[in-house]
């Protein structure tokens, strides 16, 4: 019968209504139960799955791929045991914003009607920066032009004076001496950081590493004025490089007019670094005359945080920049002032015939290995000898400047004496040599142009001896103490390789085998001077569009996209570029480099944070913010809440500073009796417009001898925007934010919430130690040992979550030996919400 009626269907009556039950509805019933009882047993599996992953995750690990997971060498660590490495003075910087309550406050203050007139400030500034990088690129080319040819007068009226072929040599070697001597005064004596390109400083800086003065007006006048003496003393450096640092100078120096008034930037270090970046592209622009490429340089080789909006900006500094530059370029060839076109300030000339044969990429690809090979020789040989001249020779003083003389001599004397030796050993003038031999003594520039679109054919013999001496040269004066580009070495290493090739392959196959094939000796030097500097410095889009607004030839892009990518290509098989060589491997910078490695896909952050942590609470003492300024020089500090470890922010080292020297004025300290006041320090107030008043821990006690006792609330104050990651996020995840978003410090929580650790810059570098014997050998039979311990926590507390922050670490103050003498460190521009961090 239906379900549901009272009539009988079967079996027994329900003992709650005494109406029998439905048989369906009791198979129903039961099978309900039955899946209640089967999520239940199914829930607590799942529960106790959980139970087992946590227990494996906590429990130590005995393995030996664990341990070498736990005592993962990092940057910092090899530097706790083996002294420092980085340079001495080279901070990290923040690209964070600093989301604090009276920064917001101070925003909301701020009047909307002026947003018009701060994007038009900035636009304006990006324009003076343009400006500025031509102006400064038409005083070096003047400069260089002077300076050469006082030079050739001065050889020419040695020549005219009819003397011996050895008293020409030492007018000539002289010349060349005392032009290098001025360059190496000012590298060796003046400002270090303007020896080489700046390149590598300059891509340290836009990463978020600040060396002291390398965007300092003392490194712009000894960088602009030493370039014009080490090209003028026939050196084998070029212009490029250093305009690009000059550049990037003037954009910092543009970013202290006072922006925080008229930008009124929202992340200041943010708004800095672009500025930077605009600088670095403007100087690109200026030197030759490149706007595109120049943005495509700085997108591929400086900033490490690009976007459109920047990307629009670089474009219009580099605009200005080349406009300035071209105006120069005109009266320089002889044109009527005003008169644009083709001609830039390092023109290569038009090549009369582009045409190629599809079978000639073979031989363009065969020359693009080669200059990955010649780039690998050449980063190889100079790292070598950077390292030697780092224990030898030292940064600065008489030894280097020395080493330049030395330097210079011997270049000097073979320049000179390669074409006495080949016509008939007397005096010369450079008007009388030929092509071949016309190389030597003339500029860089004016050699590639003559190898680009000579039509008469080249002494190979000459032209052989002169691309080998001049890439051992080029590689020889990297690294000496004066300011030397790199692009105009390797572009005329490569073409000479490259005419080389062209002038066999159109006399053995093209007349004698009469194969197809049509590209010009010239074009083959184009193509080998893009695979040389391509294979050195592994620049490739950048570089191939330089090449070809310089040249005016985009129809012959398709081969130079090909020989620069090839030859990047092979040159990476071997070895970094020259530029990251210097960063990473020489200088050993903390350089974040654009991909994290695959070692650090198995490692968890807990592998490699910092630990103990020295930390704050929202409510502080004066005397505790006074201990942890005079015993460490951390740049941030974790804010707890009161009787935990769980973290409310971090406050920057500049705001303890602040609240420190202006607290008491402004009322912000009270008792511990006294209610805690409502006030709080202005934001103005706190940037670094105003300079510290104290520049030792030991000025602070001075200052603060009668507020120690006192507290602070520093809720109002610390950022409370700060990001963090849990100890067991991955090394490789870790990285890849903390590049991404610029960051300085990154706090590590455990499972429940509570700090645990903190990551830095350091911490995410996996240490390189085969260059240095003795740190090897030391790093790996500690390692074997387990003798990590005084620095990296114990396997069997790496998941505890003890104390953090209580004490100061005695670890800490030991390694770094701090005392309250020591100097702290000024704030660098504005805060403007990055917080200096």
């Known amino acids: 019968m239906v379900c549901g009626t009272g009539v009988e269907a079967s079996g027994t009556f329900s003992c709650l209504t005494g109406i029998r039950k439905c048989p369906t509805v009791s198979r129903m019933r039961r099978r309900a139960g039955g899946n209640r009882r089967r999520r239940r047993r199914l829930g607590d599996r799942h529960e106790q799955d959980i139970a087992k992953e946590l227990q494996l995750l906590e429990q130590p690990q005995a393995s030996e791929e664990s341990r070498a997971a736990h005592n993962a060498l990092t940057f910092a660590r090899w530097e706790e045991k ?89 007018a000539w070697v002289g010349t060349a001496m005392a032009l290098a001597s001025v360059a190496g005064i000012l590298v060796c004596y003046v400002e270090v950081l303007a020896a080489g390109s700046g390149i ?36 084998p450096c070029g212009k490029e490089g250093p305009m690009i640092h000059s550049g990037a100078i003037i954009g910092a120096m543009v970013s202290s007019l006072r922006i925080d008034e008229t930008i009124k930037p929202l992340i200041r270090t943010q708004e800095v670094r672009d500025l930077v970046a605009a600088g670095a592209a403007s100087g690109v622009a200026a030197a030759f005359g490149a706007p595109l490429g120049s943005v495509l340089f700085a997108i591929e080789e400086g900033t490490s945080h690009m976007n459109p909006r920047i990307m629009m900006r670089l474009f219009v500094a580099s605009s200005v920049a080349t406009l300035v530059s071209r105006l120069w370029a005109g009266p320089k060839e002889g044109l009527p002032v005003g008169l644009l076109g083709w001609r830039v300030p390092v023109s290569f000339g038009r090549f009369a015939n582009m045409d190629y044969y599809i079978l000639e990429f073979a031989i363009f690809g065969l020359m693009a290995i080669g200059g990955g090979l010649l780039g690998a020789l050449f980063n190889c040989l100079n790292k070598r000898l950077s390292l030697w001249r780092q224990r030898q020779v030292g940064p600065r003083g008489h ?18 004496l390669v074409p006495v030796l080949a016509t008939d050993g007397g005096p010369l003038m450079i008007e009388e040599l030929p092509d071949t031999l016309a190389l030597y003594w ?10 680009f679109h000579g039509q008469e054919d080249y002494d190979l013999r000459y032209l052989s001896l002169f691309a080998v001496m001049n890439f051992i040269f080029a590689c020889w004066n990297y690294g000496v103490g004066v300011p030397s580009g790199l692009f105009v070495p390797s572009l005329l290493t490569g073409s000479a390789f490259g005419r080389i090739i062209g002038q066999l392959v159109n006399t053995h196959l093209i007349r004698h085998q009469n194969l197809p094939l049509q590209a010009h000796p010239g074009t083959y030097a184009l193509i080998g001077a893009c695979a040389m500097l391509a294979g050195t410095a592994r620049i490739t889009i950048s570089l191939a569009m330089i090449l070809m607004e310089t040249c005016g030839e985009a129809e012959f892009g398709l081969p130079i996209f090909l020989a620069v990518m090839v030859a990047k290509w092979t040159g990476d098989y071997f070895n970094r570029g020259i530029y990251d060589l210097h960063i990473v491997e020489i200088k050993r910078v903390p350089f974040l480099e654009p991909q994290p490695e695959r070692d650090m896909i198995r490692l968890q952050v807990r592998d490699v944070m910092a630990r103990p942590v020295v930390t704050l609470e929202l409510v502080c003492k004066i005397s505790r913010l006074v ?154 039979e500690e390692a074997a040992y387990g003798t990590y311990s005084a620095w990296c926590p114990r396997e069997d507390s790496l998941d505890s979550e003890e104390e953090v922050g209580s004490q100061i670490s005695t670890h800490s103050t030991q390694s770094l030996q701090l005392t309250s003498e020591r100097t702290l460190e000024d704030a660098v521009g504005g805060m403007g919400g990055a917080g200096g961090m």
Not at 134 to 149: C, Q
Not at 442 to 451: E, F, Q, V
Request: hydrophobic share 40%.
């Open 399 to 416: 030894r280097r400047f020395l080493e330049v003389l030395f330097v210079t001599f011997v270049i000097a004397s073979f320049n000179f």
């Open 627 to 780: 201990e942890v300024l005079a015993h460490t020089s951390h740049h941030a500090y974790p804010v707890l809440y009161p009787g935990t470890h769980r973290m409310a922010g971090m406050l920057s080292q500049i705001m303890l500073r602040r609240i420190l020297e202006l607290g008491a004025d402004q009322g912000a300290f009270y008792g511990a009796r006294d209610a805690a006041p409502e006030k709080v320090i202005a934001w103005a107030e706190m940037t670094s417009v105003h300079p510290f008043r104290c520049k030792t821990p030991l000025q602070y006690e001075k200052l603060l001898s009668g507020h120690m006792d006192e507290y602070v609330r520093l809720g109002p104050y610390i950022n409370r925007n700060s990001l963090f990651v849990l100890k067991y996020t991955s090394v490789y995840a870790c990285y890849q934010i903390f590049r991404q978003l610029g960051l300085r410090h990154l706090p590590v929580l455990g499972m429940d919430g509570r700090l645990v650790g903190i990551v830095t810059r350091k911490d995410l570098i996996l240490a390189e130690v085969e260059d240095d014997d003795s740190d090897r050998e030391e790093v790996e």
């Open 200 to 235: 590598p400083e300059i891509k340290c800086y836009l990463n978020g590493v600040d060396f002291p003065s390398v965007v300092g007006i003392h490194t712009l006048l000894a960088k602009a004025v030493g370039i014009v003496f080490s090209v003028g003393a026939g050196l």
């Open 82 to 170: 083996t002294g420092p490495k980085a340079p001495h003075g080279c901070e990290s910087v923040s690209y964070e914003m600093y989301n604090s309550e009276h920064y917001l406050e101070h925003l909301r203050r701020q009047d909307e009607a002026k947003q018009f007139k701060r994007g038009a400030a900035r636009w304006l500034f990006l324009c003076i920066i343009g400006l500025g990088a031509g102006l400064v690129a038409v005083f070096v080319d003047v400069s260089i032009d002077k300076v050469f040819e006082i030079k050739m007068r001065i050889n020419d009226e040695v020549y005219l004076s009819v003397v011996p072929v050895w008293k020409q040599y030492l």
């Open 442 to 451: 003339d500029t860089g520039t004016k050699s590639m142009k003559s190898l």
